[in-house]
């Protein structure tokens, strides 16, 4: 099993940044990629960004540029660096975590940004 805790969301004006923190823990050596998603009101949960534990990195179409993953395997942690923040990023993040037999949530973490 592994528990995820999520950190860093908040509300920031249209323009700012954030930087979300993901923790994992109990059996974190059976994680391959880690990565996030997101959720707005009335809409699918999307891809934001994936990293996996050979480095492979891969991004959503609408945070490309804007936003960055990274990893502190010492801490098993995953951040997310969102840059120049629009109204349309605000959702759910919600940290996400794969085995070879199952997918692992955070309970995740509100981001609202200000137009």
């Known amino acids: 099993q592994v528990q995820l805790v999520e950190s860093g969301g908040g509300l920031v004006q249209a323009g700012g940044s954030l930087r979300l923190s993901c923790v994992a823990s109990?059996?974190?050596?059976?994680?391959?990629?880690m990565g996030w998603y997101r959720q707005a009101p009335g809409k699918q949960r999307e891809l934001v960004a994936t990293?996996?534990?050979?480095?492979?990195?891969n991004y959503g179409d609408s945070v490309k540029g804007r936003f960055t993953i990274s990893r502190d395997n010492a801490k098993n942690t995953v951040y997310l660096q969102m840059n120049s923040l629009h109204a349309e990023d605000t959702a759910v993040y919600y940290c996400n975590a794969q085995s070879i037999s199952r997918d692992f949530w955070g309970q995740g973490t509100q981001v609202s940004v200000s137009s």
């Open positions: 990293l996996t534990s050979g480095g492979r990195i």
């Open positions: 109990g059996n974190p050596f059976i994680i391959y990629r």
